[in-house]
C-alpha cells in the first residue's frame, strides 16, 4: 500500500481543539498515513510576519492532501488569505460542501428529509484578487472562464452521474453577463455528459433552498455564490459546526470544516468538532478507504445517539470528549 | 393638499394579477391620487422590440412615484432589464425590504419574534452593467463609491432612529477589498450619526439570519448581497408573496413586491396579493398617510383571520377575492 502523507494544519482558534479531536479519530483506524503537522495562519503572522511562506507552500506539495482546521483573518491589509493562497496555489477548483443533516439531529426548519451537495468553483468569480482601491472608489473584477465554468461543471456532473444524475445551474445571468458564459457552458457539459439539469437565480434558490431543500440533489454555482449558499444551507442541518467540505483539484485535495475559528468561543472545549471530523471522513472517501469513511460516519452518528455532543446540540460534552468516545467507538 | 400622481405599472406575468388588487384596495381608501397608468416590460418588448422607451421615462419622471408589479426578463442578451433601467435613471439609491412576520403565519423556522429591514444599496455593486464579454472568459466589474456607501449608509442610520437605533453591516471585506471602503464608510456614518453599529461577514450573516433573525433589526448591505438576502428572507416570513418593497431616491420613489413576475403561475388567479398591497402600503407611509397606511395592515391582518387567502398560504381564494376582501373591510 501506499502511504499518504496528509499535511495536518490546525491554523487558530478553535481550529487547534476541532483537528485534534478529527486526528484522534483518524488514528484510531490505524491506516498507512504520514501525518506531516504544519503551522499557518495568523499565530505564525504573529511570530513571523507572514501567515504561510514557500517552504509551507512546498511541504504542503509534498503531501497528498491536507486536513485543515480554520485560520482568523486579521483586518490589516496586508494580510493575504492563507486558504486562498492554498487553494490558488494547489489549484483546488472544486470545493464540495454535502449539505445533509444528521440522523436525529434537525435544522432551524425541522426538515430532515434532503440530501444535497453544493460545488462551489473556488479560483475565480469574485475571488480574482484583482481590484483596484481609490480613495473614494474601489474596484473588483469578476471573473468568469470557459475553462474554469467547464472543469466545476464536469466536477459537478461527475458526482450528479453517483446521485440522481441531475445539476441544478445556480447564477445571475439576468444581471451579470459573466453569468451567461457560467450558465451557457455548465448546460454544454451536463448535456454533453447526459446529465439532467435545470437552472435558477440566485436570489429564487436562497429563498428555495430554504424552503425546498428536498427539491435538490447536485447544485452548481460560481465561488461567491457557493460560499453565501453553503453557509446558509447550515442553517438547515442545524449548526455550522456540522458541515464539512472537500476542496479537490487534479492533483492535490485539502479537507476543512465550513466554520470559521471562531474567535468568540475558542480555548473553551466547546466548539462542535463533527464538521472537522465529516471533512476527515471525506478525506478517507477520496484516498478510497470507503470502509473506514463509514465507520466515522457510524461514530459520528453513535456520539449523537448517546447524547455525548458538545453544547450547540444541546449536549455538555467537551471538543475532546466527542472526539474520544468516537474513537473508542472505532 | 397636493394630489399625488402615481405612475401604475403592471408589468408581465403575475404583475397583472396583482397590481389591479392593490389599486382596488388603494381606491377604497379614497385619496387625492391621480393614476397614470403604463405599459412597460416583456409585453411591450414583445409588440415594440422596446421594454421601455424615452417617453415613459419622461411619465414616469411625470410622476411622484410609481407602483410596480413585476416584470419577466427574457434571455435576449439585447433586452435591457426595465426595473435596472428604472432603479438607475430615477437614482433611487435605497432599496427598503422589511422583513416582518405578519400576526398569524410562520415562515419555515416557525419563528415570529423578529422585525427587521434590508437596506439594500442600489445602483452600484455588481450591478453595475461594466462588463467585458470575450469568448473565452467574461468579467464584470464591482464598484463601490465612497458616495454611494455614505448614502446608503445615512438611509440606514434615519431609519434605525426610528427603530432601535442600530445597524449591522453586512459585506466582504475578508476577500472584497472593495468592500473595505463600504465598510470603513457605513461604520464612519453610524459613528457620525450616533447609531450603533456591528458588521458580518455575507457568508456568515446568511447562516445567522436564518438560525436567529430575532438578533438583527436594520441591515444594510451592498446591491447583490442585499439581493440574495432579501429573498432568502422571505423564507423566514413564509411567502415570497408577502415581502414588499421600496425603492428611495431623493426625488422619486418606487415600490414593488420582491418577488418576480412567476410566468408558471400566471393567468391563474393564484397569486398573492399581500407583497403587492403591502407594497402599495409602503408607498403611502412615504407620501406621509400613516393612518391609512396602518388601516391597509390591518386589511391585510383582517384576510389573513379570516383565512381569505391564496392558496400558497393554505387558502382557496383568487387574487382578486383578496383584494376585494380588503378593500371592502376599508
Ligand atoms: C475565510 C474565507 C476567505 C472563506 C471564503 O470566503 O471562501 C470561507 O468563508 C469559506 O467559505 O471557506
Ligand atoms: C429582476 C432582478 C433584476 C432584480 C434584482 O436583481 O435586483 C430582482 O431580483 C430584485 O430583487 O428586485
Given at each position: 500500500?501506499?502511504?499518504?502523507?496528509?499535511?495536518?494544519?490546525?491554523?487558530?482558534?478553535?481550529?487547534?481543539?476541532?483537528?485534534?479531536?478529527?486526528?484522534?479519530?483518524?488514528?484510531?483506524?490505524?491506516?498507512?498515513?504520514?501525518?506531516?503537522?504544519?503551522?499557518l495562519g495568523y499565530?505564525k503572522w504573529?511570530?513571523c510576519?507572514v501567515a504561510i511562506?514557500?517552504?509551507?507552500?512546498?511541504?504542503?506539495?509534498?503531501?497528498?492532501?491536507?486536513?485543515?482546521?480554520?485560520i482568523?483573518?486579521?483586518?490589516?491589509?496586508?494580510y493575504k488569505s492563507v486558504?486562498?493562497t492554498?487553494?490558488?496555489?494547489?489549484?483546488?477548483?472544486?470545493?464540495?460542501?454535502?449539505?445533509?443533516?444528521?440522523?436525529?439531529?434537525?435544522?432551524?426548519?425541522?426538515?430532515?428529509?434532503?440530501?444535497?451537495?453544493?460545488?462551489?468553483?473556488?479560483?475565480?468569480?469574485?475571488?480574482?484578487?484583482?481590484?483596484?482601491?481609490?480613495?473614494?472608489?474601489?474596484?473588483?473584477?469578476?471573473?468568469?472562464?470557459?475553462?474554469?465554468?467547464?472543469?466545476?461543471?464536469?466536477?459537478?456532473?461527475?458526482?450528479?452521474?453517483?446521485?440522481?444524475?441531475?445539476?441544478?445551474?445556480?447564477?445571475?445571468?439576468?444581471?451579470?453577463?459573466?453569468?451567461?458564459?457560467?450558465?451557457?457552458?455548465?448546460?454544454?457539459?451536463?448535456?454533453?455528459?447526459?446529465?439532467?439539469?435545470?437552472?435558477?437565480?440566485?436570489?429564487?434558490?436562497?429563498?428555495?433552498?430554504?424552503?425546498?431543500?428536498?427539491?435538490?440533489?447536485?447544485?452548481?454555482?460560481?465561488?461567491?455564490?457557493?460560499?453565501?449558499?453553503?453557509?446558509?444551507?447550515?442553517?438547515?442541518?442545524?449548526?455550522?459546526?456540522?458541515?464539512?467540505?472537500?476542496?479537490?483539484?487534479?492533483?492535490?485535495?485539502?479537507?476543512?470544516?465550513?466554520?470559521?475559528?471562531?474567535?468568540?468561543?475558542?480555548?473553551?472545549?466547546?466548539?462542535?468538532?463533527?464538521?472537522?471530523?465529516?471533512?476527515?471522513?471525506?478525506?478517507?472517501?477520496?484516498?478510497?478507504?470507503?470502509?473506514?469513511?463509514?465507520?466515522?460516519?457510524?461514530?459520528?452518528?453513535?456520539?449523537?445517539?448517546?447524547?455525548?455532543?458538545?453544547?450547540?446540540?444541546?449536549?455538555?460534552?467537551?471538543?475532546?470528549?466527542?472526539?474520544?468516545?468516537?474513537?473508542?467507538?472505532?
Amino acid at each position: 500500500v501506499k502511504i499518504m502523507r496528509v499535511a495536518i494544519v490546525e491554523g487558530d482558534g478553535i481550529g487547534k481543539e476541532v483537528i485534534p479531536a478529527a486526528v484522534e479519530v483518524l488514528d484510531a483506524l490505524d491506516l498507512p498515513i504520514e501525518k506531516v503537522p504544519l503551522e499557518l495562519g495568523y499565530g505564525k503572522w504573529e511570530k513571523c510576519g507572514v501567515a504561510i511562506d514557500e517552504k509551507d507552500l512546498e511541504i504542503l506539495k509534498s503531501c497528498d492532501c491536507v486536513l485543515f482546521g480554520a485560520i482568523t483573518t486579521p483586518t490589516d491589509p496586508n494580510y493575504k488569505s492563507v486558504l486562498l493562497t492554498i487553494r490558488k496555489e494547489l489549484d483546488m477548483y472544486a470545493n464540495i460542501r454535502p449539505i445533509k443533516p444528521l440522523p436525529g439531529l434537525v435544522g432551524v426548519t425541522g426538515k430532515n428529509d434532503f440530501d444535497l451537495v453544493i460545488v462551489r468553483e473556488n479560483t475565480e468569480g469574485m475571488y480574482s484578487s484583482i481590484e483596484e482601491i481609490h480613495d473614494d472608489v474601489a474596484y473588483t473584477k469578476r471573473v468568469v472562464s470557459r475553462k474554469g465554468s467547464e472543469r466545476i461543471a464536469r466536477s459537478a456532473c461527475k458526482l450528479a452521474k453517483d446521485r440522481k444524475n441531475e445539476i441544478t445551474i445556480v447564477h445571475k445571468s439576468n444581471v451579470l453577463k459573466s453569468d451567461t458564459l457560467f450558465l451557457g457552458v455548465c448546460r454544454e457539459v451536463a448535456a454533453s455528459e447526459g446529465v439532467e439539469y435545470r437552472d435558477m437565480l440566485v436570489d429564487a434558490m436562497a429563498y428555495s433552498l430554504m424552503s425546498y431543500p428536498e427539491r435538490y440533489d447536485v447544485v452548481v454555482t460560481t465561488n461567491l455564490f457557493g460560499d453565501i449558499l453553503s453557509d446558509m444551507s447550515a442553517a438547515l442541518v442545524g449548526s455550522l459546526g456540522l458541515v464539512p467540505s472537500a476542496n479537490i483539484g487534479d492533483k492535490y485535495a485539502f479537507f476543512e470544516p465550513v466554520h470559521g475559528s471562531a474567535p468568540d468561543i475558542a480555548g473553551k472545549g466547546i466548539a462542535n468538532p463533527i464538521a472537522a471530523i465529516l471533512s476527515m471522513k471525506m478525506m478517507l472517501e477520496w484516498m478510497g478507504y470507503e470502509r473506514e469513511a463509514a465507520l466515522v460516519e457510524s461514530a459520528v452518528e453513535f456520539s449523537i445517539k448517546e447524547n455525548i455532543t458538545t453544547p450547540d446540540l444541546g449536549g455538555s460534552s467537551s471538543t475532546s470528549d466527542v472526539g474520544k468516545l468516537m474513537a473508542d467507538h472505532i
